[in-house]
Nanobody, 128 residues
Framework: QVQLVESGGGLVEAGGSLKLSCSAR????????MAWFRQAPGNQRELVAALRYADNKDNPETIYADAVKGRSTISGHISENTVILQMDGLKPEDTAVYYC?????????????????WGQGTQVTVAS
């Protein structure tokens, strides 16, 4: 199995910044997608930002939700199986539990399997 370990998050004042980090641990052989989602109380889980690696590991497709566009930056570090979400200009409405999501292939040869794993979630609270 591939487990995701998140770090970062916490309490910050409006206008502040936070950096979330997520690393995949296990027998990962290829990563195809890296993403961050968030879920606020009473709301559905929503996509914050994502990276999609097709054939070009150096230039993935990048997607941002309109709500965070211009204030957040997602970066993937494939060699370390790590994805970072840098959030600046935080607003109270950014308060939520943030989950990382990484997909790819694990194992080798006949033991290779597609995986899609979720992190345990990390709380981000923005005080007004």
């Amino acid at each position: 199995q591939v487990q995701l370990v998140e770090s970062g998050g916490g309490l910050v004042e409006a206008g502040g910044s936070l950096k979330l980090s997520c690393s995949a641990r296990g027998d990962v052989t290829q990563i195809t997608t890296m993403a961050w989602f968030r879920q606020a109380p009473g709301n559905q889980r929503e996509l914050v930002a994502a990276l999609r690696y097709a054939d070009n590991k150096d230039n993935p497709e990048t997607i941002y939700a309109d709500a965070v566009k211009g204030r957040s930056t997602i970066s993937g570090h494939i060699s370390e199986n790590t994805v970072i979400l840098q959030m600046d200009g935080l607003k109270p409405e950014d308060t939520a539990v943030y989950y990382c999501n990484i997909g790819g292939v694990r194992g080798l040869f006949s033991d290779s399997r597609v995986f899609l794993s979720w992190g345990q979630g990390t709380q981000v609270t923005v005080a007004s």
